[in-house]
């Protein structure tokens, strides 16, 4: 009898079949997380992590590691730490104590945010973009706007819809926080 290959779980640009090309990927909603945008000194821009909270739950995609290569995909995670959940597939995290809020020096790139948002869509429709936001904390962290540049390495062009629904939501939860940075 055949195994099921190991699986895991996307809560932010993973969500985005653009960026990738895992195989066997499928919406899931898994309980017991939130997400956040978070920095370490490991990367020098804010991104999101997973955060414990037992009354919630995020929407992701799930996919087969491909090969059963984990160290691959850690390689891919390498910010992350890896635990399993109880649905089955594995998610990567920061713990606490090992990442910071979002600063000046390392805000949120909106390239990314596009691509998270883009993500979404395509896999929740409108309704899914608005639980990435209810489900998604630190958003009073500084944003750089490089829509015109984008540093972000999986970038995407993303349709006037994307761009809308993005800054549509960034006005109305005042995620613009201490300002936009050029």
Known sequence: ?????????????LVNRL???YPDAAPLTVGGWRRAWRHTPLRPVAFLTAVPDPGTRIDGLTAAVPAGDWLALDDRE??????PLPEGPAIYYIPDGLH?????THPILRSYLDVVVQGYLAEFGPEGVARFFATTDGW?????DDRDAPLYPRTQAVSAEVTALVDGWLGGANA??????G
């Open 100 to 104: 910071g809020p979002a600063t000046d």
């Open 19 to 21: 960026t990738h090309a």
């Open 1 to 13: 009898m055949e195994t099921a290959p190991p699986r895991f779980f996307g809560y932010g640009s």
């Open 78 to 83: 390498a910010a992350y730490l890896r635990v």
């Open 140 to 144: 009073d962290a500084p944003i750089r």
């Open 176 to 181: 613009s926080g201490r300002g936009a940075l």
